[in-house]
């Protein structure tokens, strides 16, 4: 069920000429990656203050109520890239692997939400009249990190993967073949120069469709 | 006498190193855009640019290091197929212009006594654009092919 609302998803209009422009995928990950870097360090900055890692001097609740707004929009912008990079290829990154450990990771987060929001951010004035910061509270940071900059390399990994065979969708337009084999055909093509090139290539998994 | 890269002879070297570049370019790049956010006025407004500027710097040199001796070791993997990439040559400039700009016009911004809330923000944008276009010309590497290959 969910395997052919990915086939049907990505192959609306919009997706489809993600999928088969030559510009916009690679700038759609490159906003993916921006926001990221301009928003998602947001949540590190947070979690640095819960650790008292930085920003000592300034209250937790400032910092955290501060860049709470911030953080929902930047996630809105992150996830609308993630979204549309993901739509434009659907079904392929429901079998990856690393996509689906994303998912899991995201799973976490919510739990780490549920847990530590009553009793960490949504009462950081508490914190801010205590000695020190309590160690429930440095928990959520660290956590909070580590599941952060696991979402950062599972979707590094993603990348790594080669698509399947049997795709309802062919990668490039024109040509009708299993995903895997002009994957194949396309580093080929590319990467003529030299041999060990071509392998590198390979290795190197630029599972982005160039 | 050639020498094989040891960072080739394992097929997880690559992308543990780009893990490390992602994140510490991340870093490095957000706690800068944490102090151009405020000179735009959003974000942390109850603490002054040179504030978040002093709490955060060292975060900021620590990120682009990693991000920088990571993409090093990257760059090391195979040197041809970095080099003979315009993206690539175009995201060194931009690079240079960044981390130049950042230790000199917008650290100075920051920190005058009387800032002028104008410049403050039109260094802010400036400083914002140069870092994306870091990012847009790193992710173009991996979609262009080599250059000085016409035919």
Redesign the interface.
């Known amino acids: 069920m969910i395997i052919s609302l990915a086939g049907w998803l990505e192959n609306l209009g919009l997706f489809a000429f993600i999928r088969s422009n ?1 510009y916009a995928y ?2 759609l ?2 906003l993916h ?2 926001f ?7 949540i ?2 947070t979690d ?1 203050r819960l650790l008292g890692w ?5 209250p937790v609740s ?2 955290i109520d ?2 709470r707004w ?1 953080k929902r929009i930047g996630f809105l912008f992150v996830a609308t890239m993630g979204f549309l990079l993901f739509g434009a290829k659907a079904e392929e990154y429901l079998h990856n692997r690393f996509f689906q450990l994303k998912l899991l990771l995201f799973t976490a987060i919510a739990i780490h939400a549920l847990v530590f929001r009553p009793r960490v951010y949504n009462n950081a004035n508490e914190l801010d009249g205590a000695k020190s910061i309590p160690g429930q509270a440095k928990l959520a940071g660290a956590v909070s990190i580590f599941l952060w ?1 696991s979402v ?2 599972a979707g ?2 993603i990348g ?1 993967l080669a698509a399947p065979f049997g795709l309802h969708y062919d990668r490039t337009v024109g040509v009708s073949a299993p995903a895997a084999d002009i994957v194949a055909v396309h580093n080929t093509a ?2 003529n ?1 030299g041999g060990e ?1 071509q392998e ?1 290539q390979v ?4 599972g ?1 469709a ?1 | 006498m050639l020498i094989e890269n040891p960072l ?1 002879s394992t ?1 997880l070297a ?2 543990i190193l ?2 490390f570049h ?2 510490g ?3 490095g ?3 800068i ?2 102090v151009d ?1 405020r000179l735009l006025d ?6 002054s640019p040179a ?2 500027t002093k ?2 710097s ?2 900021t040199l620590i990120g682009l290091s990693v991000a920088v001796f990571a993409g090093l070791l990257i760059f090391s ?2 040197p ?2 970095y080099y003979l990439n315009l993206a690539f040559d175009f995201k060194m400039i931009m690079l240079a212009l960044a981390i130049l700009f950042y230790y000199t016009v917008h650290r100075k911004v920051v920190f005058s006594s009387d800032p002028s809330p104008r410049h403050g923000k039109l260094v802010a944008c400036f400083s ?1 654009i140069l ?2 276009s870091v ?2 010309g ?3 590497i ?2 262009v ?2 250059g000085l ?1 016409f035919n």
Request: proline share 3%; with cysteine.
């Open positions: 030559g690679p700038i990950l490159a990656l921006t990221i870097s301009f928003f998602g360090v947001m590190l900055v640095i930085g920003l000592r001097s300034q400032d910092i501060q860049l911030p900059v950062a390399c590094r990994g790594y590319v990467h120069i090139r590198a290795a190197r998994g630029n982005h160039h | 080739n097929e690559f992308p780009e893990c992602i994140v370019f991340a870093i790049i957000g706690t855009a944490i956010f959003l974000g942390l407004r109850h603490q504030q978040i709490d955060m060292l975060w993997t195979d041809d197929h914002l870092w994306a990012i847009f790193g992710i173009a991996g979609f092919a080599e290959n």
